[in-house]
T-cell receptor, first 116, second 108 residues
Framework: NAGVMQNPRHLVRRRGQEARLRCSPM?????VYWYRQLPEEGLKFMVY????????ESGMPKERFSAEFPKEGPSILRIQQVVRGDSAAYFC??????????????FGSGTRLTVV | QKEVEQNSGPLSVPEGAIASLNCTYS??????FFWYRQYSGKSPELIMF????GDKEDGRFTAQLNKASQYVSLLIRDSQPSDSATYLC????????FGKGTRLHILP
């Protein structure tokens, strides 16, 4: 049973380019969460999605960032016109259902974005 | 603003001793609590969860929850060098909110 799959593991973008980060949840999981971790910082919640729905995007920057989780395929976190401050590790996590309070998230291995 | 607060450390503990990690949370509505371990350059790994007041033990790990004081702790008995990592405390109601983590260093 494969875990949460994220790709690419490492991504280098020049300032002004677009970054696309992909996340496939664990089999049977329908909830996806994206977190960002700056160097020496904790994990900051960005967005919570279910299939074809954004449930909570309270942690997403208002501009340049968007996320989707289509009916088919992985969840995508998209960052347009990247700036150096976007350099961070981006982690995706999944869970089987919202109501399972004892269920912590399973994290993917992360995408480390470097903006040069 | 819901927050989880942890001392960033580093916390240095001799090998074989008990490591004690603490955190507090601001949201009384939080229903469950987690401890994750994160090695440098790796993703967080869930090691304990707790949602009832009191203690919960799993091997060398004991999680403690005091909802009245909004306080969560993690005890690691017989600390090993492989326990050296950052430990993230987290609380959950509709989503999981993480503290910034405590760096633990086990001294051989």
């Amino acid at each position: 049973n494969a875990g949460v799959m994220q790709n690419p593991r490492h991504l280098v973008r020049r300032r002004g380019q677009e970054a696309r980060l992909r996340c496939s949840p664990m089999k049977g999981h329908s909830h996806v969460y994206w977190y960002r971790q700056l160097p020496e910082e904790g994990l900051k919640f960005m967005v919570y999605l279910q299939k074809e729905n954004i449930i909570d995007e309270s942690g997403m920057p208002k501009e340049r960032f968007s996320a989707e989780f289509p009916k088919e395929g992985p969840s995508i976190l998209r960052i347009q016109q990247v700036v150096r401050g976007d350099s961070a590790a981006y982690f995706c996590a999944s869970s089987p259902e919202k109501g399972a309070l004892e269920y912590g998230y399973t994290f993917g291995s992360g995408t480390r974005l470097t903006v040069v | 603003q819901k927050e989880v607060e942890q001392n960033s450390g580093p916390l240095s503990v001799p090998e074989g001793a008990i490591a004690s990690l603490n955190c507090t949370y601001s949201d009384r509505g939080s229903q469950s609590f987690f401890w994750y371990r994160q090695y440098s350059g790796k993703s967080p790994e869930l090691i304990m969860f707790i949602y009832s007041n009191g203690d919960k033990e799993d091997g060398r790990f004991t999680a403690q929850l005091n909802k009245a004081s909004q306080y969560v702790s993690l005890l690691i008995r017989d600390s090993q060098p492989s326990d050296s990592a950052t430990y993230l405390c987290a609380s959950r109601d509709d989503k999981i909110i993480f503290g910034k983590g405590t760096r633990l260093h086990i001294l051989p």
